[in-house]
């Protein structure tokens, strides 16, 4: 009979300790690591300056952004960058004044943690074949998700091919923590904005 109280009270524990850890998807990008990247995209692009731009008509080379798997957010956002600092994009290279030819050096997410408790112990029951594994107890948990970006852009005279602007080593960084704090309090912070539902953010041309 003690055996199995003995059993149930760690069957309870699993179930408490349980319900304060995060969920983390790694097959398949989650709503936070959408949003990393997504951040870490914009942040990068923000600190390319277009406004020599202004005026001219703007081809983009996206050749090199081919392995990325996140592209097509990038291309649309250099794309409004180039809108928004007065630049004209055109489909084609010979209806340009410059082609703009972009390089993603890094474009992804990564996931760190510490925990100051106790780690994950296997507890034999007695007089049994049974083992049963105690799980973490952590006084201070953090779970640091990173998105990362590195960008460089190349700006060529569309007809001379010479150099008109270098954009180099470009880098940006977004993060999401997930704290647990006394066993079983969860909260989490980061330092990005995901805006106020119903609230519109635009820009007049």
Known sequence: MKNWIFVMAIAAALAITGCTEPSITNTGRNA????????????????????????????????????????????????????????????????????????????????TQWNIGTPTLPVPVPDTTLSIAIPELSLLKRITRNGVARFSALVLDAKTKKPFLVYREVNAVSQYNNWIVFFFIPFHSCDMTTGEVGKLNYHMF
């Not at 949003?35 to 008509?57: C, I, T, W, Y």
């Not at 983009?60 to 809108?83: G, H």
């Not at 340009?96 to 030819?101: G, S």
């Open 32 to 111: 936070v690591q959408e949003l990393l990247l997504s951040h870490a995209v914009e942040r990068g692009l923000d600190q390319m300056d277009f406004r020599p731009l202004n005026g001219k008509k703007v081809a983009l080379d996206y050749v090199y952004l081919a392995p990325q798997t996140y592209k097509e957010y990038f291309q649309a956002c250099a794309e409004t960058a180039l809108y928004t600092s007065g630049a004209t994009v055109v489909a084609k290279a010979e209806e340009a004044d410059y082609i703009v030819r972009l390089y993603v050096g890094a474009l992804a997410t990564e996931s």
